[in-house]
């Protein structure tokens, strides 16, 4: 709800109300729903942010006005000891965070050939380290009192590879396997450590080429929204005998959903993914080899991919 968050009625679940959460990369367009949609379970939200000081604040602003309780905070998590920084705010201003939900990420896009050691370690380092460095400070807290949530935002990447880049989908990749680490030792201590698994998600900064294209190869028909994805967060959170899991939502992407047999009354053949049709993107020896414009398929129509703009067109 832009501009006044409106706090749900209390006959769903007390779980969340009243509890701490942090959210990082709260300022972009999931992270954004996220911070409003925990809201208004009743959590004073923690909207982090690296640089973008306005749009933070003004959801932060809207949950106090709504009732909430909020605040925008900035760190640079590629700095190692900015989660400690960021997570000694969060407990002067709130209190102990009782949920952390990883949302900040990066996503450059880069060929296998083109991502040196610098890119590398950068999109590790907040990718993957800082939601570790997060999680290794919350835990304990948690533990102490009870009870506690982490949830850490993938990508179908992880599972597909992508087309980001290799970095990215190794990133990713990394933080499914730190879910299912962390579940097994912490379970005990009535906390939760699961991970959502989102693509190609509308009104973000990760959706890798024309919007109207990539839809056209999803099976609903659509891309995500952002509000989606917080609902299943929200879900996902508030249910104590859910751990250790990895949610997609994608559409119904992954797995490849032509694989079985398709519904009554529905057209045979497959609708192709974008890992299928733009893999030449990413190819290197086509781009030495001059190669200027290839053929792909999305959605059963013939298009061309131009190597150059890295965009498709009809």
Not at 135 to 149: E, S, Y
Not at 242 to 269: E, F, I, N, Q
Not at 294 to 303: I, L, M, N, T, Y
């Amino acid at each position: 709800m832009q501009g006044r968050i409106a706090r749900r009625g209390r006959l769903r679940s007390n779980m969340l109300d009243g509890r701490v959460a942090l959210v990082t990369g709260g300022s972009g367009g999931i992270g954004a729903a996220l911070c409003r949609r925990l809201a208004e379970e009743g959590m004073a939200v923690a909207v982090h942010y690296r640089d973008r000081d306005e749009l933070a604040r003004t959801i932060a602003e809207d949950i106090i006005r709504g009732g909430g309780r909020a605040i925008a905070v900035p760190a640079d998590l590629l700095v190692p000891r900015a989660s400690d920084l960021l997570i000694d705010q969060v407990e002067r201003d709130l209190g102990p965070v009782d949920a952390l939900v990883a949302n900040h990420g990066l996503a450059h896009r880069a060929t296998f050939d083109e991502v040196d050691a610098g890119a590398w370690d950068e999109t590790m380092a907040i990718n993957l380290r800082a939601p570790y460095l997060l999680a290794r400070r919350v835990i304990p807290g948690m533990a102490d009192r009870g009870w506690g949530r982490v949830l850490f935002v993938s990508s179908v990447a992880a599972f597909t590879g992508g087309i980001v880049g290799p970095h990215y989908a190794a990133s990713k990749a990394g933080l499914i396997g730190l879910t299912h680490h962390l579940a097994s030792r912490v379970a005990e201590a009535g906390i939760t450590v699961n991970a959502i698994a989102p693509a190609l998600i509308e009104h973000t900064d990760m959706l890798p080429g024309d919007p109207g294209y990539l839809a056209r190869a999803i099976p609903v028909g659509r891309l995500g929204r952002p509000a989606e994805v917080a609902d299943m967060a929200v879900a996902m959170l508030r249910n104590a005998y859910l751990t250790s899991k990895v949610v997609a939502l994608d559409g119904g992407m992954h797995p490849r959903w032509w694989a079985s047999p398709p519904a009554a009354g529905r057209r045979r053949g497959p609708t192709r993914h974008p890992n299928d049709c733009l893999p030449h993107l990413l190819d290197p020896v086509r781009r030495r080899r001059g190669e200027r414009r290839v053929r792909a398929e999305v959605a059963g129509e013939r298009v061309e991919v131009d190597l150059a703009s890295e965009r498709l067109g009809a």
